[in-house]
């Protein structure tokens, strides 16, 4: 088979969902162009990766005067690639860089980069409805303490399941009333936590009705209203330790029959994690892992979680995301691959979710840059 030949390779400063640069990164081969635009976090746990090494224009001048000039055939010969840029470039650039060779390297071999990556399996859609926390402004000087309320729709097939999470979408603006959005193209609202939980059933009740499952979720994102011990909230107010933010979670779990939880205590708290491990649900690490391998490794030494966010950009390398996913798989432990906050309309995670037999990919419900990503995993559905 004829040999991928690196033509060029480029980057340069593009806007993301909220209007902010990102980087992109163009590689140019035989078979043509192929970018890929990084997306970028708000709400970023302290483990994360830089998204750059020095600032964006440094990665973009890097980028834009490297010379690739060995032969790139498989997955593997990334390696090659971090030993030519890791410490010059950060996460965002270096995630856009191995994914636009990985695009290029799929066409190369005549496979849509799903089925170059060797996956079969199409997770479940994770889509962000009501927002707080980080993510959204106040609503009558108020807003949820908890940053994501999920729902996950539990139909026979992807497509079924975006539809469904588009129904509790539109049942979830009528109940709130709420006319705004926020960054991830979730509902702002004034209420509290339990009184946004409280709606959430009554949608999951309303859709029974019509014969449609569904099932909630938390992204608690606590590290934001964590200070000294202790969690802080505002809507309504109240002070908790940590067994009492434990014992909180436990009693919310339990109330609502939440099926996913994300970072519910703060990103350094792999014992608090623990604490809350139980059957039929899952405590999803997200700030506290940073899809870093060693993180990872704690998490499973300690037993804290039993699902993982994967979010590329946080690590940057594409070897580690990968050795991440397959270290969960190894001790059962559920993979999320995400989008972040700032996103763009390129779809990669989609392909990547599939191409490593994620069992979830969150994606959010709204906006062109979050059903770019819905749309190219129903693609691939239609196709297998």
Same mark, same amino acid.
């Given at each position: 088979?004829?040999?991928?030949?690196?033509?060029?390779?480029?980057?340069?400063?593009?806007?993301?969902?909220?209007?902010?640069?990102?980087?992109?990164?163009?590689? $140019?081969?035989? $078979?043509?162009?192929?970018?890929?635009?990084?997306?970028?976090?708000?709400?970023?746990?302290?483990?994360?990766?830089?998204?750059?090494?020095?600032?964006?224009?440094?990665?973009?001048? +890097?980028? %834009?005067?490297?010379? &690739?000039?060995?032969? &790139? =055939?498989?997955?593997?010969?990334?390696?090659?690639?971090?030993?030519?840029?890791?410490?010059?470039?950060?996460? %965002?650039?270096?995630?856009?860089?191995?994914?636009?060779?990985?695009?290029? *390297?799929?066409?190369?071999?005549?496979?849509?980069?799903?089925?170059?990556?060797?996956?079969?399996? &199409?997770?479940?859609?994770?889509?962000?409805?009501?927002?707080?926390?980080?993510?959204? @402004?106040?609503?009558?000087?108020? @807003?949820?303490?908890?940053?994501?309320?999920?729902?996950?729709?539990?139909?026979?097939?992807?497509?079924?399941?975006?539809?469904?999470?588009?129904?509790?979408?539109?049942?979830?603006?009528?109940?709130?009333? #709420?006319?705004?959005?926020?960054?991830?193209?979730?509902? =702002?609202?004034?209420?509290?936590?339990?009184?946004?939980?409280?709606?959430?059933?009554?949608?999951?009740?309303?859709?029974?009705?019509?014969?449609?499952?569904?099932?909630?979720?938390?992204?608690?994102?606590? #590290? #934001?209203?964590?200070?000294?011990?202790?969690?802080?909230?505002?809507?309504?107010?109240?002070?908790?330790?940590?067994?009492?933010?434990?014992?909180?979670?436990?009693?919310?779990? $339990?109330?609502?029959? *939440? *099926?996913?939880?994300?970072?519910? *205590?703060?990103? %350094?708290?792999?014992?608090?994690?623990?604490?809350?491990?139980?059957?039929?649900?899952?405590?999803?690490?997200?700030?506290?892992?940073?899809?870093?391998?060693?993180?990872?490794?704690?998490?499973?030494?300690?037993?804290?979680?039993?699902?993982?966010?994967?979010?590329?950009?946080? &690590?940057?390398?594409?070897?580690?995301?990968?050795?991440?996913?397959?270290?969960?798989?190894?001790?059962?432990?559920?993979?999320?691959?995400?989008?972040?906050?700032?996103?763009?309309?390129? %779809?990669?995670?989609?392909?990547?979710?599939?191409?490593?037999?994620?069992? +979830?990919? !969150?994606?959010?419900?709204?906006?062109?840059?979050?059903?770019?990503?819905?749309?190219?995993?129903?693609?691939?559905?239609?196709? !297998?």
């Amino acid at each position: 088979m004829k040999k991928m030949i690196i033509k060029k390779v480029t980057a340069k400063s593009v806007k993301d969902s909220r209007g902010e640069k990102t980087i992109q990164v163009i590689v $140019k081969t035989s $078979k043509g162009r192929f970018k890929t635009s990084a997306p970028c976090g708000k709400s970023k746990g302290r483990f994360e990766v830089k998204s750059y090494a020095k600032n964006l224009e440094n990665d973009v001048d +890097f980028i %834009n005067c490297l010379k &690739i000039d060995f032969i &790139i =055939e498989s997955f593997e010969d990334l390696k090659k690639i971090e030993k030519l840029v890791i410490g010059q470039i950060g996460g %965002n650039s270096l995630f856009a860089l191995e994914a636009s060779l990985l695009k290029a *390297l799929a066409q190369e071999k005549g496979k849509e980069l799903w089925e170059f990556l060797g996956g079969v399996k &199409i997770p479940r859609s994770v889509g962000n409805a009501i927002g707080g926390g980080l993510h959204s @402004k106040v609503v009558n000087r108020r @807003k949820p303490d908890f940053q994501e309320f999920l729902f996950i729709g539990n139909g026979k097939t992807f497509k079924e399941n975006v539809k469904i999470n588009k129904k509790a979408y539109k049942l979830a603006k009528k109940f709130l009333k #709420s006319r705004r959005r926020n960054d991830e193209g979730a509902w =702002e609202t004034d209420l509290g936590n339990e009184q946004v939980l409280e709606i959430m059933n009554k949608i999951k009740d309303e859709l029974k009705k019509k014969g449609l499952k569904i099932d909630i979720g938390l992204d608690i994102a606590s #590290s #934001s209203f964590y200070k000294n011990g202790r969690y802080y909230y505002k809507n309504p107010a109240q002070k908790l330790s940590k067994s009492e933010q434990i014992n909180y979670i436990k009693k919310l779990i $339990k109330k609502y029959n *939440l *099926l996913y939880v994300e970072d519910p *205590l703060n990103e %350094n708290d792999f014992s608090g994690f623990r604490g809350l491990i139980g059957k039929n649900y899952l405590i999803v690490g997200d700030d506290l892992t940073t899809t870093n391998p060693e993180r990872l490794n704690k998490a499973i030494r300690m037993q804290a979680i039993n699902g993982i966010i994967v979010k590329p950009n946080q &690590i940057g390398s594409l070897l580690k995301v990968k050795k991440v996913i397959e270290l969960a798989k190894k001790y059962k432990i559920k993979t999320i691959m995400s989008h972040r906050s700032g996103e763009t309309k390129d %779809n990669i995670i989609a392909d990547l979710a599939v191409g490593w037999d994620c069992d +979830f990919i !969150k994606t959010g419900i709204y906006g062109s840059v979050r059903k770019a990503k819905l749309k190219r995993l129903i693609r691939i559905e239609k196709t !297998k």
